[in-house]
C-alpha cells in the first residue's frame, strides 16, 4: 500500500514535538514537505522529518499530499485549515479548532461538503495514562467518581510582540489555548456539565493580555465535579501536570509530568502504570490516518471539540458578568448548529 503523503504547515515547537516520534509512522506515512514563513526553520525540521521539500507559502504543497497537520497560531487556523479542506485534503488541526464559534461551524460545514477528515489535535486524549485513567473510571474499579482536578503548572513567557501574548490572537487566554485540553478532558470522563465558574488573572504574566492564570470548577451530572487549575507563570512546580480522580473507593493519580499511574486505596499505594513521560503525538497521528483509511469519525472530533470550546466561552462570558455560568445544551446533540456566540 502507497504510503499517505503528508505536509506540516507551522514549523514551531510543535512541529518539533511531532518529528520526535513520527518513525514510528514510517510504514503508513511519508512527511514530504513542511512550510514556514521562516525558510531556513522549515528547512530544518524537514530534515528531521526526511522530507525532500521546504516552503515558505503552505499553497505550494498542497499539489504533493494527501493530508496536512496544521500547527499554526491560533488566528491562521481558520483560513488555512478552509483552503486545505477546499482543495480535497484531509486535516490534523491543532487546538484550538478556530478563535470564533463562527469559524468553527464554517469549518465543520466545508469538512463535511469536501467528504474530508477534519480532526482536532488533542493529543492528551491518546496519552496511554489518561486513556488507562479513563478506562478505570468507566468501569468503577475504585467506585464512582465524584471529583476531578487537573493541574498544568509550567513556565511560559512571551516577549510583548509576540502572537501569543495578544488575546485576539491567541483567541483568549491560558484557558482558551491551553486549558481547551483539559476542559476536553474533564467532559470526557464526567460527561455533561451544568454549570461552572471561571476566574483568571494575568499577575504573575504580565506579557499576558487575558489571564495566564485561570482556575475553573465545574458542576456535572450526578453532582460530580471537575477542576482545573492552569498557570504560565508557575516559577516552580510539585505537581507539574497532574490529574487526581477521587472516587467512592479510593484515588487514582495521574502524575503525567513523571509518567506514572498510581492508585491511592486502602491506605496504600500501587502503580499501575509507568512510561517514558512525554507527548504522545504519534498516536494520534495513526487515528488520522485510521480515520482517512476507514472514514470513522475521529476520536477528538470537531463535534466534542467545539462543546468545549464552547463551555470556555460561556466561562468567560459569566465572568464578565460576574455569575455562575449555565453549561447546559452546549453539544450539538443538544443544542441547534447555529452560533451561540459571535
Not at 277 to 285: A, I, M
Request: overall charge negative; some cysteine.
Amino acid at each position: 500500500m502507497e504510503k499517505f503523503h503528508l505536509g506540516l504547515i507551522g514549523c514551531g515547537a510543535m512541529a518539533n514535538t511531532y518529528s520526535r516520534q513520527f518513525h514510528n509512522l514510517k510504514s503508513r506515512a511519508q512527511m514530504v514537505v513542511t512550510a514556514d514563513i521562516d525558510e531556513g526553520r522549515a528547512k530544518r525540521v524537514a530534515e528531521k522529518f526526511e522530507a525532500k521539500k521546504a516552503v515558505t507559502d503552505y499553497r505550494e504543497m498542497l499539489d504533493d499530499v494527501d493530508g496536512v497537520i496544521i500547527a499554526l497560531p491560533h488566528h491562521l487556523h481558520y483560513e488555512v485549515a478552509k483552503e486545505c479542506l477546499e482543495a480535497g485534503k484531509h486535516v490534523l488541526l491543532e487546538k484550538p479548532m478556530a478563535n470564533t464559534e463562527k469559524e468553527c461551524l464554517d469549518l465543520m460545514e466545508i469538512a463535511k461538503k469536501a467528504d474530508r477528515v477534519l480532526m482536532l489535535a488533542y493529543c492528551m486524549r491518546y496519552h496511554p495514562l489518561v486513556t488507562k485513567m479513563k478506562e478505570l473510571l468507566d468501569e468503577k474499579v475504585y467506585g464512582d467518581v465524584f471529583q476531578v482536578s487537573v493541574w498544568t503548572e509550567q513556565h511560559t513567557e512571551y516577549p510583548p510582540e509576540h502572537w501569543a501574548s495578544k488575546a485576539s490572537q491567541l483567541g483568549g487566554g491560558q484557558l482558551f489555548s491551553h486549558g481547551c485540553h483539559y476542559i476536553d478532558i474533564l467532559l470526557w470522563y464526567l460527561g455533561r456539565p451544568i454549570k461552572g465558574t471561571h476566574v483568571g488573572t494575568n499577575y504573575g504574566t504580565p506579557w499576558m493580555e487575558r489571564e495566564g492564570t485561570s482556575n475553573v470548577a465545574i458542576e456535572f451530572e450526578g453532582g460530580k465535579l471537575g477542576y482545573h487549575f492552569g498557570t504560565w507563570g508557575a516559577r516552580g512546580s510539585r505537581l507539574r501536570y497532574s490529574f487526581h480522580a477521587h472516587c467512592t473507593e479510593g484515588m487514582i493519580e495521574a502524575a503525567i509530568s513523571h509518567g506514572k499511574l498510581i492508585a491511592h486505596a486502602n491506605g496504600e499505594e500501587k502503580l499501575l502504570i509507568e512510561i517514558e513521560p512525554g507527548k504522545h503525538t504519534h498516536k494520534e497521528v495513526e487515528h488520522f490516518l485510521d480515520c482517512v483509511e476507514t472514514g470513522q469519525t475521529p476520536f477528538t472530533n470537531v463535534t466534542e471539540a467545539l462543546q468545549g470550546l464552547r463551555v470556555i466561552w460561556r466561562l468567560y462570558q459569566a465572568e464578565e458578568e460576574n455569575l455562575v455560568a449555565d453549561l447546559r445544551g452546549l453539544g450539538l446533540d443538544e443544542f441547534d448548529k447555529k452560533p451561540m456566540f459571535k
